[in-house]
């Protein structure tokens, strides 16, 4: 059999995809270096790391902005130096999660050596697998946090500190019982680690299958999402989108339930259902509207049934807002009591920041559940979405975000000065060249300015939608040179 290294160092024969993985690494290590020795005073190795995964996935080849899948080990390989630092880290903690209850041990030893006036340090010792316990968490641990403090107390003994042994034999008893309690313990916790494990994936599921991620296009239209609960480790709450293609063009919805968190989650389930049917049924977006209507109406009905006497049931509700962008990209939208979402364009050139904009200024319809809607609904408001601009749709969560101090989060600054573009065009790097975030980059921006701003702590869930119209401008089609046909040229020829 023939011998090779990890990355293709070998005499003899090397599988065809061993060797282009290894290869694909090394181009990418390569790149990222070169691309580390160019780059400008002051610009940070995040953004040249990004510049390398550009260059080395083979996205972005051309000006029209196509965009071919990556190649995951290239895509593992620019993100080598960071993924190494992490795994340093952990493989440190780990280390020192080890070494401190031999640190205890020794420091016990050392008080008891150099103590004098008869004070007894050595019943410390019974601690050590009790602090294994807490840094490591493994029975291992635990045993050898025992076998330091048996071996610290035989140190003390042979020294000759101890004369007495029944002292001696008392603290000894007391580290056996800690490391049985301890090894109990940390059994017990793997277990329920384990337990806890299970749960996670379990609801992950019912959560993704519930606000199911979305693709990266729909149609003509680059979509991107992102999403926080105001619940602690829950991944969804009281606020609701999606996006579908269907055959009267794409259409999304984003909405926000009353209340907030986990108590939200079956109105959400109730409102995402009818709009993923409705949307490929009705032909008008009026219809899909209706539908939303009586299925929110039939689900506060069985969820509040007659005599319900508390006092929320008169007040659930939803707001919504509806979109629908054609074939020939103009867009409808009918809003019921949603915040109007954000049209986005490039700033001045060369600034790398965008111009934001509310997209409208119409009166919207009440929200759902509150009243019964109009009669005649009004016409659908019409927005402006021409190629290369973007819309930002957004919950109230994510304006009305508070600090420490009660200072709104400033969302509109926030999204002009993302440094990405509608078509994610990244300050300095050339309006030429698209990278490969776009509204996916944009929505991250907003996401960990939420996170900054707050520290983790919301008060209600927030929820942003970016759709982005993809076709090219007409001014930025390059004809194809003209080919001569076969009989001019031999014509030519002749």
């Known amino acids: 059999m023939a011998h090779f290294g990890a990355c293709g160092a070998s005499t003899g024969y090397i599988h065809p995809i061993v060797w282009s993985k290894c290869g694909t690494w090394r181009a990418g290590r390569r790149q990222w270096r070169q691309s580390r020795d160019r780059r400008a005073p002051g610009e940070s190795n995040r953004s040249v790391a990004r510049e390398g995964a550009i260059a080395v996935n083979g996205i972005c080849t051309d000006k029209a902005g196509s965009t071919p899948a990556p190649s995951h080990a290239a895509a593992r390989a620019v993100g080598i130096p960071a993924a190494s630092r992490a795994?340093?880290?952990?493989?440190?903690?780990?280390?020192?999660?080890?070494?401190?209850?031999?640190?205890?041990?020794?420091?016990?030893?050392?008080?008891?050596?150099?103590?004098?006036?008869?004070?007894?340090?050595?019943?410390?010792?019974?601690?050590?697998?009790?602090?294994?316990?807490?840094c490591t968490g493994?029975?291992?641990?635990?045993?050898?946090?025992?076998?330091?403090?048996?071996?610290?107390?035989?140190?003390?003994?042979?020294?000759?500190?101890?004369?007495?042994?029944?002292?001696?034999?008392?603290?000894?008893?007391?580290?056996?019982?800690?490391?049985?309690?301890?090894?109990?313990?940390?059994?017990?916790?793997?277990?329920?680690?384990?337990?806890?494990?299970?749960?996670?994936?379990?609801?992950?599921?019912?959560?993704?299958?519930?606000?199911?991620?979305?693709?990266?296009?729909?149609?003509?239209?680059?979509?991107?999402?992102?999403?926080?609960?105001?619940?602690?480790?829950?991944?969804?709450?009281?606020?609701?989108?999606?996006?579908?293609?269907?055959?009267?063009?794409?259409?999304?919805?984003?909405?926000?339930?009353?209340?907030?968190?986990?108590?939200?989650?079956s109105t959400v389930a109730t409102l995402l259902g009818v709009f993923r049917e409705a949307a490929h049924d009705e032909a008008e977006l009026a219809g899909v509207l209706h539908r939303l209507d009586r299925g929110l109406s039939r689900h506060l009905r069985e969820r509040h049934p007659v005599g319900d006497e508390l006092p929320d049931a008169a007040e659930e509700f939803a707001t919504v807002l509806l979109l629908e962008v054609r074939d020939d990209g103009t867009a409808l939208a009918l809003n019921c009591g949603h915040p109007w979402p954000y049209r986005l364009r490039p700033g001045p050139a060369g600034s790398g920041m965008l111009r934001a904009q509310p997209a409208a200024e119409a009166e919207p319809m009440p929200p759902l559940g509150l009243f019964p809607l109009p009669a005649p609904l009004p016409r659908p408001t019409r927005l402006e979405l021409p190629p290369g601009d973007a819309l930002f749709l957004y919950t109230d969560g994510a304006e009305d975000a508070r600090d420490a101090a009660g200072r709104y989060f400033p969302l509109a600054r926030t999204l002009t000065r993302a440094g990405t573009g509608p078509g994610g065009v990244r300050a300095g790097a050339g309006a030429d060249r698209a990278a490969c975030g776009g509204p996916a980059a944009l929505a991250d921006s907003v996401r960990a300015g939420l996170l900054r701003h707050t520290r983790g702590r919301l008060s209600d869930d927030a929820a942003v939608l970016v759709l982005r119209n993809a076709r090219a401008p007409a001014s930025t089609a390059v004809a194809a040179p003209r080919q001569p046909v076969a009989g001019q040229a031999a014509g030519r020829r002749g």
């Open 87 to 134: 795994r340093s880290r952990r493989r440190a903690r780990r280390v020192l999660a080890y070494a401190l209850p031999g640190l205890w041990a020794l420091a016990v030893l050392g008080w008891q050596c150099t103590t004098l006036g008869g004070l007894c340090f050595a019943p410390l010792l019974a601690a050590t697998p009790v602090i294994a316990c807490a």
């Open 138 to 265: 493994r029975r291992p641990g635990v045993l050898l946090g025992g076998s330091y403090a048996l071996l610290a107390l035989v140190a003390l003994a042979g020294a000759g500190l101890y004369e007495t042994p029944r002292r001696w034999v008392g603290i000894e008893a007391a580290i056996l019982i800690g490391v049985a309690a301890s090894y109990f313990a940390a059994g017990r916790r793997a277990r329920l680690k384990r337990e806890l494990l299970r749960a996670r994936r379990a609801a992950a599921a019912a959560q993704e299958a519930l606000l199911r991620p979305l693709p990266p296009s729909v149609g003509e239209l680059e979509v991107a999402a992102s999403h926080l609960s105001a619940t602690r480790g829950a991944a969804l709450g009281g606020d609701l989108y999606d996006v579908a293609a269907t055959p009267y063009g794409v259409r999304a919805v984003i909405g926000d339930v009353r209340g907030h968190g986990l108590a939200a989650v």
